[in-house]
């Protein structure tokens, strides 16, 4: 796995001065043989390619090939594109002599990279009924052991010039793996019998609660009565603000995206952030109070998708007498299938519209990405990486002096730069030790399937 950052992003760095990658010689590389190295990038790459099959091992083989929406890819499309990245950009372009698994792989499993070529179109990736799944999975063997023995046996220089797209390959492929979990998330809610994708957990209390229009007016005694207190209290913690340095920092150990650079310093005014994220109690307090029916607290074009889309509750959420599963009190559809609302867990599914309408609701805002970047290391932050991606008010743009990647994965970032909202943070799906304070991950502003939620900024004067 990769290693977590832990660096704190308020301290002043000179301007990093080498490239990205490949990631150049560390002094302390000499203390480690060429061959424990290998080593380790053998177990690295192993650990990666194994979660992928852990995260699809409850699906059947009809899970793994449908396709629910346009944005979503079917699971064996995942499997199948990730492979393709390392044969593609090590492989081919490094192996002499390397064996292509079969040609026509290429056409199908290239995601979006101009430069290598026409490619099967995306919202028609769940018609793959061929190839199957048996035959994605010795596609996934067979570039395994080719990439186990380049790693191996690689030549000195070739070595060099391949470990930066090594790790690249291994960040790839664990985005790949959340968007595995959401995106088969998306088509078993799609089910009507809503099938859990993990097997199902302990029953949880349930909120007894009825529908949106039912739900107790917040701070309500009928309220008090039905939502417990939440499981950590919401502090507000200051920022003085000031100049700040953001943006990842210079470390020959760090494997960092190309779209968190250049490190550069930043001008915030005071404000304090929330020490947790806004949870599911929270946030039906705010559906009890007509936040879905109020155009006061919404931006325009979310106002417009609540009134087209019939928003009314986040999108997993279930009301009560819902027919695809009957109950008395509010549900929320999970991982591990249909679940009771629980209040003191944080929020997910939402859309930057619905956090930002919430936090307008809270008399509050969204934080900036820098303004979350710089607060990620004050004392008492909580729910930064493992619960919910958190909506900024940032948009999705470079940084001053972004250059993209070299070569063919110079399409991998800078070109999505635009119409797009950055997420901070990390998620229940994101894979151990994948994310940092610096990660920059961005979705439409009307994407709700993913584990999105928010924590809550506001303006202080000091
Ligand atoms: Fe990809």
């Known amino acids: 796995m990769l290693p977590a950052l832990t660096e704190d992003v308020l301290t002043p760095t000179a301007a990093p001065a080498v490239p990205l990658w490949p990631v150049p010689p560390k002094p302390s590389q000499g203390l480690r043989s060429d061959a424990q190295e290998r080593a380790d990038m053998q177990a690295q790459y192993r650990a990666v390619r194994a979660e992928s099959l852990r995260r699809s091992q409850h699906l059947s083989a009809e899970d793994q090939c449908i396709q629910s929406m346009p944005d979503a890819s079917p699971c064996k499309w995942h499997l199948a594109h990730s492979t393709w990245f390392f044969e593609t950009v090590v492989l081919k372009a490094l192996q002499p002599g390397y064996a ?60 060099q010039q391949a470990q930066g797209l090594l790790r690249l390959g291994f960040a790839h492929e664990q985005q790949h793996q959340e968007l595995l979990l959401t995106d088969m998330l998306h088509a078993l809610w799609s089910n ?42 919401l502090l507000w913690l200051e920022h003085p603000g000031g100049i700040v340095q953001v943006g990842w920092r210079n470390s020959a150990a760090q494997f960092v995206f190309d779209n968190e650079g250049p490190r550069h310093a930043a001008l915030l005014r005071p404000f304090a952030m929330a020490s947790r994220l806004v949870n599911c109690g929270e946030f039906a307090a705010f559906v009890a109070d007509g936040g879905y029916r109020r155009p006061e607290l919404w931006l325009s074009d979310g106002w417009a998708l609540v009134q087209t889309q019939h928003w009314q509750a986040p999108a997993y959420w279930l009301a009560p007498g819902d027919a695809r599963a009957p109950a008395d009190h509010w549900q929320v559809f999970g991982l591990q299938g249909v679940q009771a609302l629980v209040p003191e867990a944080p929020v997910s599914q939402l859309s930057f519209y619905e956090a930002a309408a919430y936090a307008a609701w809270a008399g509050a805002r969204l934080p900036t990405e820098f303004e979350w970047e710089a607060a990620s290391s004050l004392s008492g932050m ?21 250059a993209p990647m070299a070569g063919d994965v110079a399409e991998y970032n800078g070109k999505f730069m635009v119409g797009q909202m950055v997420l901070r943070g990390g998620s229940v799906a994101t894979p151990a030790g994948h994310t940092r304070p610096s990660y920059r991950n961005f979705f439409a502003p009307a994407a709700r399937w993913q584990f999105s939620g928010l924590r809550l900024a506001k303006d202080i004067h000091l």
Do not use: C, K
């Open 100 to 159: 292509v698994f079969n040609p026509r792989f290429h056409y199908l499993f290239n995601s979006y990279y101009e430069a290598l070529g026409p490619r099967h179109a995306r919202p028609q990736r769940g018609l793959l009924s061929r190839p199957s799944l048996a035959e994605v999975q010795a596609y996934r063997a067979h570039v395994d052991a080719a990439m186990q023995g380049f790693i191996a046996h690689s030549d000195a220089p070739t070595w």
């Open 192 to 233: 009507p019998l809503l099938p859990a994708f993990w097997p199902p957990a302990p029953v949880q209390a349930p909120l007894q609660v009825q529908g949106p229009s039912d739900l107790p007016a917040p701070g309500s005694a009928a309220q008090a009565s039905q939502l417990p207190a939440p499981a950590a209290a």
């Open 382 to 402: 909580d729910e930064l990486y493992a619960s919910a991606w958190q909506w900024t008010r940032s948009s999705y743009d470079p940084y001053p002096g972004f």
